[in-house]
Nanobody
Framework: QVQLVESGGGSVQAGGSLRLSCAAS??????MSWFRQAPGKEREGVAT???????WYNDSVKGRFTISQDNAKTTLSLQMNNLKPEDSAMYYC????????????WGQGNQVTVSS
């Protein structure tokens, strides 16, 4: 069983920065992603690192968030800058050895709260 352990998050004022990290218990997962879910809203993808070095961002975070991985693909990070109140949500790390659409493994979630 693959384990994903998240850290980081917290509370910040609008315009501030936070960083999330996710440590995987195995190396070389094909796809590692960040998802978020706010109360009353559907879960949405935030950013994904997949394949050799491909990256995808949700349009709402482009230019503000940066996803990164270590070379062994055991640690996934999300640097979040210029945070907005609408970024407030529970953020989840997710991973899969073969595809990105429906990740098999999920972290426990970390709360990010941005106040105006």
């Amino acid at each position: 069983q693959v384990q994903l352990v998240e850290s980081g998050g917290g509370s910040v004022q609008a315009g501030g920065s936070l960083r999330l990290s996710c440590a995987a218990s195995i190396r070389g997962l094909y796809c590692m992603s960040w998802f978020r879910q706010a109360p009353g809203k559907e879960r949405e993808g935030v950013a994904t690192a997949y394949g050799r070095r491909s990256i995808w961002y949700n349009d709402s975070v482009k230019g503000r968030f940066t996803i990164s991985q270590d070379n062994a693909k055991t640690t996934l990070s999300l640097q979040m800058n210029n945070l907005k109140p609408e970024d407030s949500a529970m953020y989840y790390c997710a991973a899969d050895p073969q595809q990105c659409r429906t990740p098999t493994y999920w972290g426990q979630g970390n709360q990010v709260t941005v106040s105006s």
